[in-house]
């Protein structure tokens, strides 16, 4: 299992960011990466410790969702909007030209020890049901689970992603749509 240092402050670091261009996979440190082709549109999720990216493409033009607790190293331009995670949030961007509406509902949680561990099991017994991309690692307070479950529909994707923090028993819940109109 690889141990990883977090940021101490996870609550205050976290960040949604809406790029209106592609990020290049070479800036992060992928630990799974899954592509779906469908209809009109391309969707691709990359999962890394804490982190991770999703693209979605449809006739050369392209949008990419981060979540991440960096605040540096990552690309300036093309940034359309950015917002921290801490509580629960609800935002929504229509790419006009492209006839595509990204819309992204946060929710992050500080949970016991033993009300962590459990939420832990849970969500790795989901992922193996789901096939979803998962990945663990350890930070300083101990295990950790990223895991990143997509579904494709004719016009839309959904992703769901979930982030589980030791240090801080913190939980980060992310549910985002791509939706062609």
């Known amino acids: 299992m690889t141990h990883i240092s977090t940021n101490p402050n996870v609550l205050q670091t976290y960040q949604v960011s809406l790029y209106q261009r592609a990020l290049h996979p070479e800036l992060f440190n992928l630990q799974g990466r899954r592509v779906i082709r469908h209809g009109d549109y391309e969707f691709e999720s990359w999962l890394m410790p804490g982190e991770h990216v999703l693209r979605f493409e449809r006739d050369g033009w392209c949008a990419c969702e981060l979540v991440s607790d960096r605040d540096s190293g990552l690309p300036q331009a093309g940034i359309v909007d950015t917002f921290y995670c801490a509580g629960e949030h609800e935002y929504e961007h229509r790419f006009k030209p492209q006839s595509t509406v990204y819309m992204s509902n946060v929710q992050t949680e500080q949970l016991s ?49 979930y982030h589980l923090l030791a240090r801080g028993g913190v939980v980060l819940r992310t549910q985002s749509i791509f939706e062609l109109r």
């Open 113 to 161: 020890d033993n009300i962590y561990l459990a939420t832990l099991d849970e969500m790795r017994d989901h992922a193996s049901q789901e096939d979803a991309l998962s990945f663990e690692w350890e930070d300083e307070g101990g295990k950790c689970l990223s895991v990143l479950d997509v579904q494709r529909y004719s016009k839309e994707v959904h992703a769901q992603s």
